[in-house]
Nanobody, 117 residues
Framework: QAQLVESGGGLVQAGGSLRLSCAAS????????MAWFRQAPGKEREFVAF????????NYTDSVQGRFTISTNKNRNAVYLQMNNLERDDTAVYYC??????????WGQGTQVTFSS
């Protein structure tokens, strides 16, 4: 069974940047779309960004529009989130998600992004 593994989280300051990565393992991995979600302390998990595997169309939640960019690699087995001009409210655990065959949902284990004052 394929797995998703995130990396790239860390400490950031106001206006800083981070690039999150998520790689799928397993030869049978296929996804119709990949996305990033995040969960801040005491809050529910929320959608951040989405990219469709066919065509590459993207969608973002309003709070990150213009600051974050989602992308995939050529093989469409990895997804990235370039985060620029980071704000305190961006502090969260970021999770990678993929829509697989047969409606199967893949989730990564999460990577922490922490705002440092």
């Amino acid at each position: 069974q394929a797995q998703l593994v995130e990396s790239g989280g860390g400490l950031v300051q106001a206006g800083g940047s981070l690039r999150l990565s998520c790689a799928a393992s397993g030869r049978t991995f296929f996804s119709y779309a990949m996305a990033w979600f995040r969960q801040a302390p005491g809050k529910e998990r929320e959608f951040v960004a989405f990219i469709r595997s066919s065509g590459g169309s993207t969608n973002y939640t309003d709070s990150v529009q213009g600051r974050f960019t989602i992308s995939t690699n050529k093989n469409r087995n990895a997804v990235y989130l370039q985060m620029n001009n980071l704000e305190r409210d961006d502090t969260a655990v970021y999770y990678c998600h993929a829509d697989g065959l047969g409606g199967y949902h893949y989730w990564g284990q999460g990577t922490q992004v922490t705002f440092s004052s």
